[in-house]
DNA sequence: TTGTACGCGTTATCAG
DNA sequence: CTGATAACGCGTACAA
């Protein structure tokens, strides 16, 4: 049996009570001796808190849900482990899942999630959200239920013209892009983005966020006639995929395609080539999302910045 | 305030023992009327058990700790998508933590995962662990404390082997290993398998586990005049550090540079050249670990698989 | 300033 | 077969 707090007031002859004011500073003051009394036998037994009876106690659990589409994605990893990271820095323990596992859709994670009371959810969700849970502790990343805002979210817009704008000053005229199975989340929005800025009702070619599909679309894209001469693509996944398949059927990046992906994650500087990427950084969102799961709620919109690397055609 | 037990027992007329033996199908038998009686209340009353409470009873969470180095990694941000999957599965959730975030190391983590009682806690840590907890419910996969096996782990020794084999029977003589920093855990044990193939005290390069520190080794290794024709590389953001160098500095890969890598995560199907890879399944090793977790325990040595594509000169 | 005692919501023992 | 009731370990009114 672990030691309680029973046992520490027992070494410290004092009461159970006393201990709990030492180890909590509060909510009454405690005498110098006893205070010093009571930290060296908490020290001397071990004493750890149990967690559980405290949070029986207080109801909070110290625990808070983290929900991903897919931790495999380089840009969500990066985002999940600045998110963790984030929250182990305020103390916050992390409860996480892959909304995309199996049959655990974004809805089951987050009812498991309320089960074991955790004490707040962060949703980083790329697609749509079934159930709008508006009057609830869920921080919504970068996209949100219908009818709701992100409370952090990038500016897509803006990231997607600036990419744009950089690919039309290489001289690029047809410029195509990559987005998901359908428009929706944020993908959907950098796909409004690029719509506008064509302005001539061309669709954007879809793939899944994987390595694999997007790799299936450059095959055909570079099979067929259709290849345009400049790409810019949703995420880094996808941008891996193309430039995997660029290589195997002998189309030079940038030469014969320039290519901007809008994720940026670590990997993409190690590419053959270099990626050009509009950079979303993740520290800043992990941050924005944590003091927001803390009542600290600016809802914030985080700018991406343009990485030149060699994809684009820059030197 | 939630509905309780106390409130359904009320409810059904009953007691909350006789709740309790009804949702928990034990450990007394109940009237079927009177079991009706309380599923009925139970339902009327969208009754949700406390799993606090019940924790605090039981002293069993429903939590399992996963600690990986680092979630970024290709090969480990797939297997702990598959560690989660599987304690999903069993209906566990999954408490996650890098254990090389900021100051967060190892031996913390498992203790902050330990005060919030987990029910037991995976940890896959690539380097050396200091303090061996031999007593306890860890499951360790890949590497353990010194004086432990490694419950669940990989066959290095084979993989190397046929790696170096491979190499071999495409006519290279002199193959490199990229080891990690120092030669701890299983990239240590790698690099042992290939020293003892090697033969001739030859020492391994060193990286460490990241893109821009083997990119920087490649750059090393391209500039100077000991660039071997052939690397076998323990890890898969090794290899592609290297593949990036590489492109950069003009090395064709295979031709002048062939390579095989010992993780096998599902990028290197698609960098450029697409790695030849020993793959280490990820699904077998999740499985193998939260099966030992739960106590099924065969310790288990998991066989990885030869890959071939193009970076070892194939086809 | 400190100690006693109750309650958080369960489960499980012990009488009935 | 069922009903009180005693823990589980902690926090905090309330009393001293």
């Known amino acids: ?22 180890l909590n500073n509060g909510p009454r003051p405690v005498a110098a001796a006893t205070r010093l009394r009571v930290l060296e036998a908490a020290k001397d037994l071990g004493y750890l808190p149990n967690r559980i009876a405290k949070a029986l106690r207080t109801s909070r659990t110290g625990l808070v849900g983290v929900v991903f589409p897919d931790a495999t994605s380089p840009y969500f990893s990066a985002l999940a482990k600045d ?16 909304s995309e596992t199996e049959s655990a859709h974004e809805e089951d994670v987050i009812a498991a999630f309320r089960a074991v009371q955790v004490d707040g959810i962060i949703s980083v969700s790329s697609e749509f959200i079934a159930t709008g849970d508006a009057s609830s502790d869920v921080v919504y990343v970068f996209n949100a239920p219908p009818g709701l805002a992100p409370t952090v979210s990038a500016d897509d817009d803006k990231a997607v013209r600036i990419a744009y704008e950089h690919l039309l000053s290489h001289g690029h005229s047809d410029i195509g892009f990559v987005g998901g199975p359908q428009d929706a989340g944020p993908v959907g929005l950098r796909a409004a983005a690029w719509r506008a800025l064509r302005g001539d009702g061309a669709e954007p070619f879809r ?10 679309l450059g095959n055909g894209l570079a099979a067929g006639s259709s290849l345009p001469s400049a790409l ?25 395609l320039a290519l901007i992906s809008l ?4 990997i993409t500087r190690f590419t053959a080539p270099a990626l050009t990427v509009m950079e ?19 809802p914030e919109m985080i700018p991406a910045r343009l990485v030149i690397r060699r994809s684009c055609g820059c030197a």
Chains 1, 2 share one sequence.
Do not use: C
């Not at 049996?1 to 070494?11: E, G, I, N, P, S």
């Not at 793939?207 to 299936?216: D, H, I, Q, R, V």
């Not at 969102?285 to 709620?297: E, K």
């Open 1 to 22: 049996m672990a030691v309680t707090a029973r046992d520490v007031a027992a070494r410290a002859n004092t009461s159970t009570a006393v201990v709990s004011y030492v």
């Open 83 to 98: 998110v963790e990271s984030e929250l182990q820095r305020v103390g916050k323990l992390t409860l996480f899942s892959n």
């Open 207 to 216: 793939s899944a966020y994987s390595f694999e599909s997007a790799w299936a």
């Open 232 to 256: 810019l693509v949703a995420t880094d996944e996808q941008a891996i995929g193309i430039l995997a398949a660029a290589h195997e059927r002998g189309i030079r990046i940038p030469d014969d």
């Open 263 to 266: 994720d940026g994650s670590p």
């Open 280 to 298: 979303q950084p993740t520290r800043p969102m992990a941050q924005a999302a944590v003091q927001a799961l803390l009542g600290n709620a600016h």
